[in-house]
């Protein structure tokens, strides 16, 4: 229970703080590439393939995919929620087990190849490069302090929008079921309620945050390993 409590709290107080951080609408698009490049390695894990990725200004993304048989969009529309919150869960333990700078390069390697092969709207192109570069110069010239807090940054901004997605989902699964996105897709498919997909994701979500934020302490010492 008290790992629910203290992963609650540090949600609730991130999400608050990160609102005040200059730029931190650019971050919360980090979580955004992640969940459309999850659809996409899903549809070539099914050997379909990726036709391009559109991410927005407003932290909104599409992807366009095309699969063989419809079964294919379950695997496919399920990859997104459930990549980026394993995709939070991985920034955590890395930076748990110190290894923020390899975390780090993982984000920036997300980064290039979603603009080199996926990724084709104006908006789109113009953040992945800027973030890519970015992200490439503080790797390589800044700081260990500097390299550890802007790693943070993006894992607590991916931690915290991993788990407002699908609560967002929820919301629009119980008030308009037809612009509920990846439940909706699900619902067409399984005749599953696009609700029930929606709190499926919100579970899963949540459970990867309480074990992220677990991670951060030792166990029976109560304090944050710091990386190396």
Not at 110 to 122: K, P, Q, S
Request: aromatic content about 16%; proline content about 3%; some cysteine.
């Amino acid at each position: 229970m008290f790992s629910w409590l203290r992963m609650t709290a540090i949600i609730i107080v991130t999400a608050f703080l990160t609102r005040f951080i200059p730029f931190s609408a650019f971050f919360q698009n980090v979580n955004t590439l992640v969940h459309e490049l999850a659809h996409a390695l899903a549809a070539l894990l099914l050997k379909g393939s990726v036709l391009h990725i559109y991410l927005y200004a407003d932290q909104s993304g599409v992807t366009y995919t095309s699969y063989t048989d419809s079964w294919m969009l379950i695997p496919i529309a399920l990859a997104g929620y459930t990549g980026s919150a394993l995709f939070s869960l991985l920034l955590f333990f890395l930076y748990a087990k110190g290894k923020a700078r390899f975390g780090l390069a993982i984000v920036a390697i997300a980064a290039g190849v979603a603009l080199a092969l996926f990724v084709r709207n104006d908006y789109g192109m113009a953040w992945s490069a800027g973030f890519l570069a970015l992200t490439a110069l503080i790797y390589f010239v800044a700081p260990r302090w500097l390299r550890d807090f802007y790693y943070l940054l993006i894992a607590f901004i991916c931690l915290v929008e991993s788990i407002i997605s699908p609560f967002v989902l929820l919301y629009l699964a119980i008030t308009e079921p037809a612009s509920a996105g990846d439940a909706a897709g699900l619902s067409d498919v399984t005749g599953v309620p696009a609700f029930v997909w929606s709190a499926l994701f919100c579970f899963f979500s949540l459970w990867c945050a309480k074990t992220a934020t677990s991670s951060l302490f030792r166990r029976g010492a109560g304090g944050i390993l710091i990386s190396k």
